[in-house]
């Protein structure tokens, strides 16, 4: 299928093509579509799933700072014909199909696909199941993974070893990341106390290394919680459950060591609901 996203920044428009079942768009280096210099998206800020001769299943990353917006109105997930037209601020995305031949744009908010209504994505929906329902987390905003607070060199005794071993920490950690997300969390604590104390030290070179890897670990992460919000989203709306469940895991490691929250709670409600799901596929499966 010949499937496009037109983007349109101050004038200059670029054409990207649709490859595979979905895409992704946002500032990160990590989108499917990466526009780094756009800071008014979301790390990952649109999913775009094409959907045949219908359209495009678009879905705006949950608690997004700048709204997606559809013939002027808000916009947070649904179905997109073809020729449609979203905008994000000064950003302007158009999904097209060159075969296909549009007329005027608009959302369908319940398409039927093959029999099948597909209705709400992301923190809009509810999935009924013999395992239980997944709660909806509509207007639920996902937490920080980091506190707003510059981190401060504490702890007794000697500043220069306490520097030593929060880098050390860091980087112990930060090297689990992939095995550990949560440890990945922590690592960003640790090299911003060791930051924190060589500043105090009056050593600002090593400061400044340091906090350069402290930030680019916390992008990463935060474009790996971003990027997970919405790939649980689409696995909900298929009704993937494995995908869903390794997404609501990893997004349980990320969250770990945050007080409980709504979110937080829904994400625990949410991972027991499609473990059972999952569980009972792969029974199925091998009866």
């Given at each position: 299928?010949?499937a496009?996203?037109?983007?349109?920044?101050?004038?200059?428009?670029?054409?990207?093509?649709?490859?595979?079942?979905?895409i992704?768009?946002?500032?990160?280096?990590t989108?499917?579509?990466?526009?780094?210099?756009?800071?008014?998206l979301?790390?990952?800020?649109?999913?775009i799933?094409?959907?045949?001769?219908?359209?495009?299943w678009?879905?705006?990353?949950?608690?997004a700072?700048?709204?997606?917006?559809?013939?002027?109105?808000?916009?947070?997930s649904?179905?997109?014909k073809?020729?449609s037209?979203?905008?994000?601020g000064?950003?302007?995305?158009?999904?097209?199909?060159?075969?296909?031949?549009?007329?005027g744009?608009?959302?369908?908010?319940?398409?039927?696909?093959?029999?099948?209504?597909?209705?709400g994505?992301l923190?809009?929906?509810?999935?009924?199941?013999?395992?239980g329902?997944v709660?909806?987390?509509?207007?639920?905003?996902p937490p920080n993974?980091?506190?707003?607070?510059?981190?401060?060199?504490?702890?007794?005794?000697?500043?220069?070893?306490r520097?030593?071993?929060?880098?050390y920490?860091?980087?112990?950690?930060?090297?689990?990341?992939?095995y550990d997300?949560?440890d990945?969390?922590?690592?960003?604590?640790?090299?911003?106390?060791?930051?924190?104390?060589?500043?105090?030290?009056?050593?600002?070179?090593?400061?400044?290394?340091?906090?350069?890897?402290?930030t680019?670990?916390?992008?990463?992460?935060?474009?790996?919680?971003a990027?997970?919000?919405?790939?649980?989203?689409?696995?909900?709306?298929?009704?993937?459950?494995s995908a869903?469940t390794?997404?609501?895991?990893?997004?349980?490691?990320?969250?770990?060591?945050?007080?409980?929250?709504?979110?937080?709670q829904?994400?625990?409600?949410?991972?027991?609901?499609v473990r059972?799901?999952?569980?009972?596929?792969?029974?199925?499966?091998?009866?």
């Amino acid at each position: 299928m010949d499937a496009y996203v037109e983007v349109t920044i101050g004038g200059n428009t670029e054409r990207h093509p649709i490859e595979g079942s979905q895409i992704t768009l946002g500032k990160s280096g990590t989108a499917t579509i990466s526009l780094p210099t756009a800071h008014e998206l979301e790390l990952e800020h649109l999913l775009i799933a094409p959907r045949g001769k219908e359209g495009c299943w678009v879905s705006t990353s949950q608690g997004a700072l700048t709204p997606t917006k559809l013939r002027g109105k808000p916009f947070a997930s649904g179905m997109v014909k073809w020729g449609s037209e979203l905008v994000l601020g000064k950003i302007r995305i158009k999904v097209t199909n060159k075969k296909a031949k549009v007329k005027g744009e608009g959302p369908s908010p319940i398409v039927a696909i093959g029999g099948i209504a597909i209705v709400g994505i992301l923190a809009f929906m509810f999935l009924r199941g013999d395992d239980g329902l997944v709660p909806s987390a509509e207007g639920i905003e996902p937490p920080n993974l980091f506190p707003e607070a510059e981190p401060s060199c504490e702890g007794d005794g000697d500043v220069a070893e306490r520097a030593r071993q929060a880098e050390y920490a860091g980087d112990t950690r930060g090297d689990r990341y992939h095995y550990d997300p949560g440890d990945g969390v922590l690592a960003v604590a640790d090299y911003g106390r060791a930051a924190a104390c060589l500043r105090s030290l009056g050593r600002a070179e090593e400061a400044t290394d340091v906090e350069a890897v402290r930030t680019s670990l916390r992008e990463s992460i935060e474009s790996d919680y971003a990027g997970l919000r919405l790939h649980l989203g689409h696995a909900l709306d298929v009704s993937d459950w494995s995908a869903a469940t390794r997404d609501a895991e990893r997004l349980t490691d990320l969250t770990q060591h945050l007080d409980d929250d709504p979110y937080t709670q829904w994400l625990e409600q949410t991972l027991r609901i499609v473990r059972a799901k999952a569980q009972r596929e792969e029974q199925n499966a091998e009866d």
